[in-house]
């Protein structure tokens, strides 16, 4: 059996082990329940970090402290980092100063400051008169930059040479560097005073002799961003040059740090729940951070909003209420129609927050998501009048009344997909977050016009009806 094979088996077994994970768990809880070290320690000591913070997770908060208080300090190191924030803020204000200095100074620089800047000031300041004085510095100029751009992401921890560098000496810096550093993707080229001027790639060290000078093989059309770049566009920067590695910037072009691949995985899928949980006007963070009652204050004055836009559909309706005294069967579909146009914007609005978030939508080419969101409602209407139609005209019996259902549907779903489409962009191009703005209002909004259209037309041809 091959090296791969052997990997590719070891991976299959523990990944088998983490999908029976409630029969583990069960296991586990006994375990820890009755204190015993010995077999907890033989269950963990083949699982990695981020298999070890998934069990814990699982954990109450007590009983996940006394399992990370087994860890290896080089084990742990990364458990904390997996952890979600619940758990993480119950251990952090309980670790014991040495150990927490200890686990913050096996973690690269970006890491460390996510975890510093997680404790009380006091806490904080103590941890980093602990450390190095390099590694310090590097972690509070991290923190200065906001959590959610180029700066707040990037490790300081990078390789460096000169462009008279020679290859051997650039092989020497990355063995060096990569004993306490991962994710060495990339050399960086710089001046005596600092200037980015080119980079080299790690595998181009094999193809070139050791004596063979850096300028030679450096690539000196270099992407860069500069710390306060948002992390958004940075991740799109990743997908439009296909790169694993960028190196951060001040405006003078002087080398500040790298981020790396592994980070843009955790930007996307902090901005796509963050976007989600926004378009139904809630909050990321607020099941794991914030109490019932946080949570209810937090949601409360969105909910009203969509309840007076609501009303608004209430008193549509109210106007019309003689069209609706003599068709009854009005009233049937009425929620139909607005549910199904409804959703329909919903989906458009989620479509297009997404394309603004990757870059695939571009603002000042507005009318292409417009179009192409338009000709897709134009077949989804199309096929839902036609189905609500028939149903209507053969359970009122009256082809007219079919007529009025599905002509209804079609025009609503329509208008929803150009407003779900519509609003985010209008949202961005004034300034505000597409996400927050798309999800609740869309769908009132679209009750609104979407029972207005269906009795207006009834009400125009209620002779025939």
């Not at 571009?362 to 036609?386: E, M």
Request: proline share 3%.
């Amino acid at each position: 059996m091959t090296d791969s094979t052997d990997h590719r088996a070891f991976s299959d077994e523990r990944r088998e082990l983490i999908e029976v994970d409630d029969e583990l768990m069960k296991d586990i809880e006994e375990i820890v329940r009755t204190r015993s070290d010995f077999l907890l320690l033989n269950i963990l000591q083949d699982l990695t970090p981020p298999d070890i913070a998934h069990i814990m997770n699982r954990l109450e908060a007590e009983e996940a402290e006394y399992v990370f208080g087994l860890l290896k300090a080089d084990v742990a190191s990364g458990v904390l980092l997996e952890l979600d924030e619940s758990h993480r803020e119950h251990l952090l204000p309980r670790l014991p100063q040495e150990k927490l200095a200890e686990l913050v100074d096996a973690m690269d620089s970006d890491d460390a400051a996510d975890i510093i800047g997680a404790l009380s000031r006091d806490q904080a300041a103590r941890i980093l008169g602990t450390m190095d004085v390099e590694d310090s510095s590097h972690v509070e100029e991290l923190l200065r930059y906001d959590e959610s751009t180029a700066g707040g992401i990037m490790a300081k921890e990078v390789a460096t040479v000169h462009p008279d560098d020679t290859v051997k000496k650039a092989i020497r810096i990355v063995r060096r560097m990569a004993k306490d550093h991962k994710n060495i993707y990339n050399i960086y080229v710089t001046t005596d005073d600092g200037l980015l001027v080119g980079t080299v790639p790690i595998q181009s060290l094999l193809l070139y002799a050791p004596n063979k000078r850096i300028r030679k093989i450096m690539k000196d059309d270099v992407v860069s961003v500069t710390p306060d770049v948002d992390q958004e566009e940075v991740a799109q920067i990743f997908k439009k040059y296909d790169i694993i590695s960028l190196p951060v910037t001040d405006t003078a072009g002087k080398l500040l740090g790298r981020i790396t691949v592994d980070d843009i995985v955790d930007v996307l899928e902090e901005e796509h729940v963050e976007d989600v949980a926004r378009m139904v006007g809630s909050d990321a963070d607020e099941i794991e951070r914030r109490s019932p009652t946080q949570v209810a204050l937090l949601r409360l004055p969105w909910v009203l909003t969509t309840l007076f836009i609501e009303l608004g559909a209430g008193l549509v309706i109210s106007r019309f209420d003689e069209t609706l005294s003599r068709v009854i069967l009005l009233a049937s579909f009425m929620p139909i129609i607005s549910a199904i146009s409804g959703n329909t914007g919903l989906q458009s609005a989620a479509i297009v927050v997404r394309g603004l978030a990757t870059g695939h939508v571009d603002l000042a080419r507005w009318w292409k998501p417009v179009i192409r969101q338009v000709q897709t409602t134009l077949i989804i209407g199309a096929a839902c009048g036609l189905v609500i139609g028939l149903i209507g005209a053969y359970w009122d019996g009256n082809a007219v009344f079919g007529a009025v259902v599905g002509t209804s549907m079609f025009i609503s779903i329509n208008i929803s997909g150009l407003v779900g489409t519509a609003t985010p962009m209008i949202s961005k191009r004034l300034g505000f977050d597409p996400a927050l703005t798309a999800g609740p209002f869309e769908t009132a909004f679209q009750d609104v016009v979407g029972i207005s259209i269906f009795l207006s037309i009834a009400t125009l041809l209620i002779q025939w009806l």
